[in-house]
């Protein structure tokens, strides 16, 4: 997960320039197709959570052969 503070602007640099494809898009949460794992930016310019700039977290979700949580 990528905390972002402007998702219009992230999302353009990870589609337009690093190529991902979009698999969900809302203000508040983006999910992108990176190949065998997808890349979670979450909104936090208003939100809950840690502020832009605020050091770095990573959440990871296992998924199992039958492709459930």
Do not use: N
Not at 32 to 55: E, Q
């Amino acid at each position: 997960m990528v905390i972002v503070g402007d998702m219009d602007c992230s999302v353009r640099f990870y589609h337009d320039v690093l190529g991902l494809s979009v698999e969900y898009e809302s203000a508040a949460w983006t999910q992108l197709d990176a190949g065998a794992v997808s890349i979670g930016l979450h909104g936090a310019k208003d939100g809950p959570g840690p502020k832009p700039g605020s050091p770095a977290c990573a959440g990871f979700g296992a998924i199992s052969e039958s492709g459930t949580r």
